[in-house]
C-alpha cells in the first residue's frame, strides 16, 4: 500500500502538471461544404501534355485550419471585430473528378499545409455581419536538388448563419453554425521533378494544378489542446485509474 503512494502522487503531480500546461493556444476551425466548380490540370499518357478536367458540383469538401494564436502578435480590434496573423497548418479533403484511366501519375484527394511551408493565417472575427474569415497563402520550401513547387492558397467565408454568435471585443469566440452559404477556394500547385532524359516522366513524380470553389454549409471552431498535451493528460489520468483499480481490487 506504502509503495503505491509515490506513484499515485506521481501520477497526480502529471495530471496537474498537463493541466497547467493546458493553457489552450490552438484554435480549431472545422468546415465542411460541397463543390461549386473547379478545373484539375492533369496529365495522360496518351497526350503528354495536360488537359483540364472540370470538377463535378456537388461533390464534398472538408477542412480544418489549426491556428497556433499563442505565438501570433497581440490581434488588431477595430471596429469591424477582431484580425488576428497567426502561424497556422490546415488540412483539405475534397471528391475529386473521374480521371482519364492513363493519366500518368496518382493524384491526391487530400492535401496538407504544414506551419514550415511559411503560411500565415489572416483569421477574421467579424461582428457586423457575424462572419468568420480564414484565408492564407502557403509555399513549401524549395528542396534546392530537383525541379520543386508546391505552393496555393486558401479562403473560407464563414457565415453569417444560424450559430455564429461573435460578442465585440472577445478576441477568440467558440463557435458551431450550419446552413450556411458562404463561399471558399483553394489552388495548389504541386510539381516534383528530378529532371532525366527517360520518357515519359523525364523524372516527374508528382505533377497537378488544382482550383476548386466551395460552398461551406457548416463550420466550428475553438480551442482545442495541444497533442502532447493531451496526450500528458491521458497517460496521467490512465495512470491514477490503474492504480485505483489495484487499491479496490
Known sequence: MLTQIPFRMLGFGLLVSALACQAETIYRIDFSGTIDSGTLLVTPRSRLESIA????????????????????????????????????????????????????????????????????????????????????????????DRNYRNEGNMHVFIGPGPGILLPDGDLNPAFAAKNLTGSGGFRVLKIDQTVNNDPPLFGLTEFYDLSVNFTATEASGSFVPEPATAALSVASLSLLLALRGRRLG
Open 53 to 144: 478536367v472540370p470538377f463535378v458540383p456537388g461533390g464534398a469538401v472538408r477542412g480544418t485550419i489549426l491556428a497556433d494564436l499563442g505565438n501570433a502578435p497581440q490581434p488588431i480590434v477595430d471596429q469591424t471585430g477582431v484580425h488576428w496573423l497567426a502561424p497556422m497548418s490546415a488540412r483539405l479533403e475534397l471528391t475529386l473528378p473521374s480521371l482519364p484511366d492513363d493519366v500518368l501519375l496518382p493524384i491526391p484527394n487530400t492535401f496538407v499545409v504544414e506551419e514550415s511551408f511559411g503560411a500565415v493565417l489572416q483569421l477574421q472575427f467579424a461582428t457586423v455581419p457575424q462572419i468568420v474569415f480564414p484565408s492564407f497563402v502557403f509555399k513549401e520550401p524549395d528542396p534546392g
